[in-house]
């Protein structure tokens, strides 16, 4: 998935059920959230947090409890009970878990804020470089951009390329150099686009106290 514009979402909950799992999103936690500060240390905030509920069979709140337990995020199981009481617009049927960490990446501010500091370690930037194909060159790659690409280079050559092209990736895979075995054991790709609005309420002053 790919976030564009302003908005997207934070969570720390670990996925999948083991153990092994569990201790290796451990860190990988730790190390994200030095990360988050490390960038906001420049000046810009880049997360709002607003906290999350989870609940619901496929959300499965028990089990994300035990993985949140393990890996040491702090967070709270509630009955059905509890929060119908603590948050009387939700029903939950049945426990849920409140993560008060999570939040709202302001994802476009966050993209800029890491490419100022990529460039200002040294990085090479170029904009309006749409990608042609990726090439094997000797030990390296070569990149090539497309003939309307508006960038000053058409060609950069790296040591290693890494492909972020989101949902530009299906049109873009027969042209990075992959072995034909791989490109045939891939899924169909289906590209979707979601669009989030966040309403602010009618009378803010009369909006309950949320969460």
């Known amino acids: 998935m790919a976030a564009e514009g302003r908005c997207d979402v934070l969570r720390g909950t670990p996925r999948g059920d083991s153990a092994p799992i569990a201790r290796s999103q451990r860190g990988r936690g730790r190390g994200a959230s030095a990360g988050w500060a490390e960038l906001e240390s420049r000046g810009t905030e880049l997360i709002r947090r607003t906290g999350c509920v989870d609940f619901g069979q496929t959300r499965d709140p028990e089990n994300l409890s ?3 337990t393990e890996v040491g995020i702090e967070h709270a199981l509630l009955t059905a009970e509890e ?3 603590r948050w ?3 029903r939950t049927n049945g426990p849920a878990m409140w993560h008060a960490s999570a939040g709202v990446i302001d994802a476009q501010t966050t993209v800029r804020t890491m490419v100022d500091a990529a ?3 040294g990085a090479a930037l170029f904009t309006g470089f749409t990608v042609a194909s990726v090439t094997r060159s000797g030990a390296g790659f070569t990149v090539t951009a497309t003939a309307d690409s508006t960038a000053a280079v058409s060609v950069v050559n ?3 390329v890494i492909v972020a092209a989101g949902g530009f990736l299906p049109g873009l895979l027969g042209e990075l150099s992959l072995p034909s075995g791989f490109l045939a054991a891939l899924p169909t790709f289906e590209v979707r686009q979601e669009m989030a609005f966040h309403f602010p309420y009618a009378n803010p002053d009369e909006a309950m106290d949320w969460p």
Do not use: F, Y
């Open 119 to 121: 460039v200002e370690l």
């Open 158 to 160: 790296a040591s290693h």
């Open 88 to 90: 009387p617009g939700i």
């Open 66 to 68: 035990r993985l949140m």
């Open 83 to 85: 929060a119908a009481e």
